[in-house]
Structures are given as structure tokens and as C-alpha cells.
């Protein structure tokens, strides 16, 4: 079966410095990859999607950069986080061959201080 | 385009009693449709699908869902909660036509009170 690993579970980061979150699957191959955000108390917003190597495809202008340098690995960057950036961060993958949803990982709690 | 409501940001409820929580959709295709929970500082875990066939399906923990063309509902429901049932759940579509695409709702928080 289809999984999907993300680490760390947990990161505190100051104000200014760089972040790299990062995903891989196991189980499946040619996935549809997402990055996802959960701010407090609000929703899921996508933040990145990619459907195959060194294709991202961007649905919020913002301070994060996505890569997928392997068919297996999807990594969410940012140069220099802001206060706004905390948040939780889920990776999701949609496998090729049946579309049954998402398969979420467990995500990283992300606090900018 | 599509998008999904869940009409209720929270839902209190005494445990073992009924909850339902609700789901509108819009889409100008067919559609597939989704509920998932999650739980404190965890990921999603799905709790059912419909992609087609019976309109009433049934997840796991005992939750079901009827899929509501003429309506465009899909509301989730449970016949006696546990405190266990607590978390966050949301409704999600996607066009069965689409790129693998899922639309989520803003989600749903049950409390299932002592």
C-alpha cells in the first residue's frame, strides 16, 4: 500500500531563517504530490501541487517554494520565514493508477518565532 | 469549477447521542466525493468515499454518508458518538474527470461532550 513520510514532526524556527520541510512516498510511483497548510482554527489551503519531476505548479504567491528533484520526494523551502508562515503542513499523494483520494502524512507543526 | 460547504464550523454533542454533519457541494460535472477525519496535530485519515454506485455508504467508526444528487449533499452521520469522535472533519470533491484534483471544505469541528 501507498505511504507517504514527512519530517519532522515538529520545528521551531526565528524569524529570517531558512526552512526545508520534506516528503517521500513509498508504494506507488508517478504520484500527484500536494503541499498543504492548516493555519489556526482555519482550513487546508493547497499551497503546491506536482505531477511529475521538476513540475510544481504554484496556487498561492507567497514566501515558500516547492521541488521535486525524485519521482518519490517532494521538498517545500523557504528562504527566509515570516511570523505568518507557521502553520501545519501536510503532504498528500494521489496515486496513477485509481483515483481513490488522498493519502495524507502525518505533518509538521511549524512555529516562526 | 468546484467547491464544497460544510455549513457547520462546530458541532457540540452529547456522547451517544446522533450527529450529523453537513456537506454541499457545487459542481458542473460528476463528481466523487470524500470525508475525512483528524485528529490533534495528525495528518488526514479518510473515513469514506462515493465514487459511484449506492448513494449510502459506509466508512470506518461506524459513520456513514448519503450521496444527494438533487440536493448536492453529502452528509455524514453517526448514530452514537464516542468522546473518542472527536476531531475535525472535512468534505472534500473532485470531478471525475479532473487531474486528481480535491476541493476541501472549511471543515467541521465535533466536540462530543461527557
Known amino acids: 500500500s501507498q505511504t507517504i513520510h514527512q519530517w519532522p514532526a515538529t520545528l521551531v524556527q526565528p524569524v529570517g531563517s531558512p526552512l526545508s520541510l520534506e516528503c517521500t512516498v513509498e508504494?506507488?510511483?508517478?504520484?500527484?504530490l500536494y503541499w498543504y497548510r492548516q493555519a489556526a482554527g482555519r482550513g487546508l489551503q493547497l499551497l503546491f501541487y506536482?505531477?511529475?519531476?521538476?513540475?510544481i505548479s504554484s496556487e498561492v504567491p507567497q514566501n515558500l517554494s516547492a521541488s521535486r528533484p525524485q519521482d518519490r520526494q517532494f521538498i517545500l523551502s523557504s528562504k527566509k520565514l515570516l511570523l505568518s508562515d507557521s502553520g501545519f503542513y501536510l503532504c498528500?499523494?494521489?496515486?496513477?493508477?485509481?483515483?481513490?483520494?488522498?493519502?495524507f502524512g502525518s505533518g509538521t507543526r511549524l512555529t516562526v518565532v | 469549477a468546484q467547491s464544497v460547504t460544510q455549513l457547520d464550523s462546530q458541532v457540540p454533542v452529547f456522547e451517544e447521542a446522533p450527529v450529523e454533519l453537513r456537506c454541499n457541494y457545487s459542481?458542473?460535472?460528476?463528481?466523487?466525493l470524500f470525508w475525512y477525519v483528524q485528529y490533534p496535530n495528525q495528518g488526514l485519515q479518510l473515513l469514506l468515499k462515493?465514487?459511484?454506485?449506492?448513494?449510502l455508504v459506509k466508512g470506518i467508526n461506524g459513520f456513514e454518508a448519503e450521496f444527494n444528487k438533487s440536493q448536492t449533499s453529502f452528509h455524514l452521520r453517526k448514530p452514537s458518538v464516542h468522546i473518542s469522535d472527536t476531531a475535525e472533519y472535512f468534505c472534500?470533491?473532485?470531478?471525475?474527470?479532473?487531474?486528481?484534483?480535491?476541493?476541501f471544505g472549511s471543515g467541521t469541528q465535533l466536540t462530543v461532550l461527557p
Open positions: 498528500a499523494l494521489v496515486g496513477q493508477v485509481n483515483f481513490y483520494g488522498y493519502t
Open positions: 508504494g506507488t510511483s508517478n504520484p500527484n
Open positions: 506536482s505531477v511529475g519531476i521538476g513540475q
Open positions: 459542481s458542473s460535472v460528476s463528481v466523487y
Open positions: 462515493y465514487l459511484s454506485g449506492s448513494t
Open positions: 472534500a470533491v473532485s470531478s471525475s474527470g479532473s487531474a486528481r484534483q480535491l476541493t
